[in-house]
């Protein structure tokens, strides 16, 4: 048997998938002192620091949660695989990449120094704040609003609702996103910009502060689980080829510098956010005997984030999870 003992043991004492997390939540609230709410977005210092929920939704619709899972919070930076799914939809993939590369950085999420190294200045990734800007620009539509519905035409498709903005998070990010502007002028002046820097900024940050749930984000880590197909609806709601390429760039750049140890010991496709929220898409997997081996999605939030800009309790908790259950891909 090829299953881990950690597994093993999980499976043998696995009665109630619902009560073992609701525990595992209680274990690892104190990992949420390792962490700071992030402060450089004013709204966002005003969390409950000692916060943390989860989401679990399986392929068969199983849903469980624990701690704090009916928080509503900003997605900041998960927002980023929906504006790219949503490019490489309207625009095809090849387009997309002329316009942002694939490769991790090891850098800092909104770091500019890449802008300047290489030119052409292509970004990275659209998983950093570069290539997240110049994806939003390319978002299809002519004005900044169509741009922005598209966006969240996707995201309706995905969670059966129209998500709303965080208008006050908006507006405070908006008075000090002065690296984020610094970034898109480098852009419009590198040709990586499809509308106006202001625009551009406009669109990046409504984005992140569109406000969900763990339940929201469970579900669209369900949808990348299952290729692209959802398996409550059977319908497809995004193309197989950008399911996986997606998931790809998620594993190597959604958990930015700590892309690696990330996939080390957790090693499911995972993005997170500033406000503490992280999206995780388990794949299926072999071992039969473990709970969600037909794939789930999870939703996980805790507001105190580490240097890298991840939720350290949230971190942590996959991890556990990720052991326990066996959700590592590899
Ligand atoms: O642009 C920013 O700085 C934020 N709106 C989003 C960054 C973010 O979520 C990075 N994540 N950990």
Known sequence: DRMSKDAQAEFETC????????????????????????????????????????????????????????????????????????????????????????????????????????????????MINAGAITVASFLPGGTKEEKFAALLDTLEKLLGRRPTVNEKVYTSEKKTAHYNFALAHFLKAGGYLECEVEDAIEIYLKQCAIEVTVEDLAKIGLVLACDGFHPLTNKRLLPLEIARLTKAVMLTCGMYNASGKFAAFVGAPSKSGVSGGIMTAVPPRQHKATPFHNGCGIGVYSPAIDEAGNSAAGVKLLQHISTKWELSVF
């Open 15 to 126: 009665g109630e998938c619902a009560a073992r997390l609701h525990h595992w939540v209680e274990q690892h609230k104190k990992y949420t002192s390792e962490g700071k709410c992030a402060e450089y977005i004013p709204a966002l210092r005003y969390a409950n620091q000692e916060a943390l929920g989860v989401c679990i939704i399986g392929y068969d619709g199983e849903i469980i949660k624990g701690g704090e899972a009916d928080i509503v919070f900003t997605m900041q930076s998960i927002s980023k695989v929906i504006s790219f799914m949503t490019v490489c939809m309207a625009r095809g993939i090849s387009y997309t990449l002329e316009r942002t590369d694939v490769e991790p950085t090891g850098d800092p999420y909104n770091s500019i120094m890449r802008l300047e190294l290489k030119k052409p200045a292509r970004p990275f990734n659209p």
